[in-house]
């Protein structure tokens, strides 16, 4: 993998995020949920720096048991990156009209460009993170294996994205209360849930796609 292109996409995406939180700071009377959108921008930051540390142990042929353990970590935490996409329910927080009334920081307009920008760079960072774990799976075993392993975690982030959005649950509680997920999980399982996370799984793994097809031709276009 080019390391040097992840790693200055990732430079790119963690200097957006600072400068989001600089903004949240500054004009947060200003924004609905702004601390809200920083929040999730750094949940979608883990599962990229824990692929990191995969991609680092992998090259450096280091112990494979810790780099399953942060692959299992990885995995947990990745639904954090597509959750954002359901973020966009909170526009209707901004009553955007057609108007162009951009004279003061209380127009909309700043509030969605806001919320836009937040929701693109969390997705950014969690679709980097997926390309370089795939990329990995691609050199160990094969394609073939890397788009059904993209396939089954598109499907498992949709389900994340599903117990995040309605019964709530976070990433620490597969590990704080697994029983209880478990539970809530399965009592909630019905045609509409099924629906949901079908649609969320569908969606990941498109966004995932176009990720692909923009940095891996790229990628390969900087070898030529």
Known sequence: MNNNRTYRLTIGLIFTYTVLVVVSIIFHKYIPLANGYIWNI???LLPLLCALLIDFLFYEKNSPVLSLLVGIIWLILFPNSPYMVTDLAHLNLYHVSYGLDISTLHSAW???LFAT???ITGVLMGMLSFYTVFQIIR???SSLTAW?????V???????????RFPRFNSWDVIKRPSYLFKIALDQINSHTLGFVI??????FALYWLFYLIFDVSAKSDKL
């Open 42 to 44: 750094f949940l979608a």
């Open 110 to 112: 700043f509030g969605v």
């Open 117 to 119: 920008f937040a929701i």
């Open 139 to 141: 050199e160990k075993f």
């Open 148 to 152: 059904g392993f993209s396939i089954i």
């Open 154 to 164: 598109s499907l498992l982030a949709g389900f994340g994205v599903f117990l995040g």
């Open 199 to 204: 649609l969320f799984s569908t969606m990941t």
